[in-house]
């Protein structure tokens, strides 16, 4: 975890990190939390292929990934699936359609700090595959997969190859 040495509360440097989950100053008490924070990912689904992206930045640049991101505040998990889809891939979706299939737990390392996230999976099936216009800071391309084609090792999160595993044999 990166150090953030400097107490906000007196000033000191005496802050420290404890048990994963929170910073507490030896001298004047003051408590941080670093709560685990909610996170989407939607496996776009059109028959028998899933769409995909490739990360264009760390953590996992190269590697597939699902569509998705944080919960931001006062957002409900739905209504982060359709902004996230809207905002990487510029698409609209109808949120009422998504189907939640499970959590599992992730850490998401980034520049220095180990974020623990429980990774919300949604799927939203399609009739028709929609014309790519995909955000390029954030992902490199988009791809089509057979699901039967798709490789564990080419994923970039732990959660979301657990998350195949079992998707994969139920589908």
Wanted: aromatic share 12%.
């Amino acid at each position: 975890m990166k150090e953030l040495p400097y107490c906000p509360e007196c000033g000191q440097k005496t802050l420290r990190w404890y048990s994963e989950k929170k910073w507490s100053c030896t001298e004047c008490s003051f408590t941080l939390y670093h709560n685990v924070a909610g996170a989407v990912a939607v496996v776009i689904r059109h028959g028998n292929e899933i769409y995909l992206t490739r990360r264009n930045r760390e953590p996992a640049k190269g590697l597939l990934d699902l569509a998705g991101g944080f919960v931001d505040p006062r957002e409900s998990a739905e209504e982060t699936c359709k902004r996230e889809l809207s905002e990487e891939l510029n698409i609209e979706i109808d949120s009422s359609r998504l189907r939640y299939i499970t959590s599992l737990p992730n850490v998401y390392h980034y520049k220095g700090i180990d974020y623990n996230t429980i990774d919300l999976f949604y799927e939203y099936e399609i009739q028709e595959k929609f014309e790519e216009n995909i955000e390029l800071q954030e992902i490199s391309e988009g791809l089509w997969i057979p699901m039967n084609q798709l490789r564990q090792e080419d994923l970039a999160f732990s959660s979301q190859k657990k998350f195949f595993e079992k998707y994969l044999k139920n589908n």
